[in-house]
């Protein structure tokens, strides 16, 4: 399988980028610069390799870099932003602090013709984010492209195959961006463009079938889309061999429970382990009130149910989990700001006794996941089900856990999810659930006073989780869904729809 390396400098895009290539159907391979050497580059035999951006100067000790040799393997180059500064600093040009001339946003961009610039205007525009420039270009290189500021916009040495651009085409104000990923793929790389999601199934579950040919291995399956398609690649790759580890720790919704057990033991046919841990995370969880200790502590915890587990099962050498390439990101694994700790990355602990973690779904986008997915022939109504949070319900019920509280939010959670979809709101609303607030209501049932809990609802509309927009429901169905809750659900005595976007807000309340 042709496959391109993404080399990974802590850039903001890099995962955009990743994503140009692979809708031109190349598959593309995303890797830290620190977690790979030339010798297992040279190995695994990339058409090509992008240097990403990174927000650091490349003069500096201890900035990023990578080991020269990259440019004498034969493989071309293309270096964006701090990747192109790295390319012409290692090559023995020169990169200094640009000052006045920093240039932030969409800026007129002059090119030369060249390969790399086939079918892209002599003036065109283009997205620029950067304090530093080349100031001289190394030897064997020519510039190719300027801007009004900038003296080396982009510059190349097509004997070498060696390319960069101070611009990043992979945004989409670059408007010839994806132009310029298709001359490199195609023209300079050679690539043909014929990758699909059914290779990388196929193609995973060869490899796996391979590397993990005679181990015993445990994955922890919570029901989720990512976790569950990792099941069962890894099922079609190695059998029963796999065995999958499902801790019930009570956080689940109504009826999840049951649900997982029914798809993945008696339809899949997969070695599925139930563990019934609800009272120990609630010990675990008793009076914690912070969301990120509820987060770790979840996480820790996990990871002991599944080591006892894997005690009893004996021989157990790798730990699979469902982690995908947003999550790496979202957890600051690369140099991005943690926003929130996701507990399948951030948490882990340090002394975990796995001898190995195997993550088959680390490269791709949910999208990718989700067509991996059906391709494997999990039902759609799973595959495309709304995201929901490793920690559950913790995260969804303010301040301390207890059994009761859990118990009124999952009642209240299923009336609210049941009459939005009896609505038919479910196509419009990318997810949508409760969250218990530690505020308490006056309140009148029957002819008495009550001071029940208040229940938020949030229903949000989006393509990618990163920002939302709440959804537009009509207010005779959050009626209804409010009497309901009050009527049905026990100790419930004001319900609240949230309507704050994301940004400012989250999509979670914690
Ligand atoms: P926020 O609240 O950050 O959520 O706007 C964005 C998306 O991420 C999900 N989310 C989590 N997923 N562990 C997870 O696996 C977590 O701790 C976590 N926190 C938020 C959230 O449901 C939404 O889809």
């Avoid at 640009?98 to 892209?120: I, M, N, P, Q």
């Avoid at 020519?142 to 900038?150: G, H, N, P, Q």
């Avoid at 080591?307 to 730990?319: F, P, Q, S, T, Y």
């Avoid at 957890?331 to 926003?339: L, P, Q, R």
């Amino acid at each position: 399988m042709e496959k391109i390396l993404v080399l990974d400098f802590g850039g903001q895009y890099d995962q955009l980028i990743a994503r140009r290539v692979r809708d031109l159907g190349v598959y593309a391979q995303i890797r830290r610069y620190n977690k790979v050497t030339t010798e297992q580059i040279e190995e695994e035999g990339y058409k090509g390799i992008i240097f990403t951006g990174g927000p650091n100067s490349v003069y500096e000790k201890d900035s990023p870099s990578f080991d020269k040799r990259i440019f004498g393997l034969k493989i071309p180059v293309l270096g964006i932003c701090y990747g192109a500064q790295l390319m012409a600093h290692l090559c023995g040009g020169k990169v200094i602090s640009a000052e006045d001339s920093s240039e932030y946003g969409s800026t007129r961009v002059y090119v030369k013709e060249e390969l790399l610039f086939k079918g892209v205007k002599n003036e065109s525009v283009c997205w620029m984010s950067h304090t530093d420039y080349i100031s001289q270009v190394p030897a064997g290189f020519e510039i190719l492209a300027r801007s009004d500021k900038c003296p080396c916009a982009a510059m190349g040495d097509p004997s070498r195959k060696l390319y960069a651009v101070q611009f990043h085409p992979e945004v989409t104000h670059t408007e010839c961006g994806r132009q310029i990923f298709s001359n490199f793929l195609f023209d300079i790389c050679g690539c043909k463009g014929d990758w699909r999601m059914d290779d990388f199934v196929s193609s995973s579950i060869e490899k796996y079938r391979k590397e993990l040919k005679g181990k015993k291995v445990l994955l922890a399956l919570s029901g989720g889309v990512d976790s569950s398609v990792a099941a069962v690649l890894l099922h079609k790759a190695i059998g029963n061999d796999l065995t999958c580890v499902f801790v019930d720790h009570g956080l689940l919704r109504k009826g999840e429970a049951q649900q997982v057990e029914e798809l993945f033991k008696n339809r899949f046919g997969l070695h599925l382990i139930r563990v019934d841990a609800k009272e120990r995370f609630l010990k675990k969880l008793k009076g914690v009130k912070e969301p990120e200790v509820k987060r770790k502590i979840i996480g820790e915890e996990f990871v002991r149910v599944f080591e006892e587990e894997a005690k009893k099962i004996g021989d157990v050498d790798v730990l699979v989990q469902g982690t995908i390439y947003p999550d790496v990101i979202e957890s600051g694994k690369g140099d991005s700001a943690t926003i929130k700790s996701h507990h399948n990355v951030g948490g882990l602990p340090e002394d975990m006794s796995f001898k190995t973690v195997c993550e088959p779904l680390r490269d791709l986008f949910k999208d990718e996941v989700r067509k991996a997915g059906i391709q494997l022939g999990i039902p759609e109504k799973m595959v495309f089900r709304q995201p929901f949070p490793g920690p559950g319900l913790a995260v969804r019920i303010l301040g301390g856990i207890t059994k009761e509280k859990l118990d009124i939010l999952k009642e209240a959670d299923a009336v609210f999810t049941s009459e939005l979809e009896a609505a038919g709101l479910e196509e419009k609303a990318s997810q949508y659930f409760a969250v218990l607030t530690d505020s308490r209501a006056v309140g009148v049932k029957g002819d008495a006073r009550s001071y029940g809990y208040t229940v938020a609802l949030r229903a949000v509309t989006t393509d990618d989780f990163m920002t939302a927009k709440i959804t537009r429901i009509p207010y005779e169905l959050l009626e209804r869904i409010a009497t309901r809750i009050c009527n049905e659900v026990k100790d419930v005595s004001c319900v609240v729809y949230d309507i704050t976007s994301k940004p400012p807000g989250t999509i979670e309340w914690e």
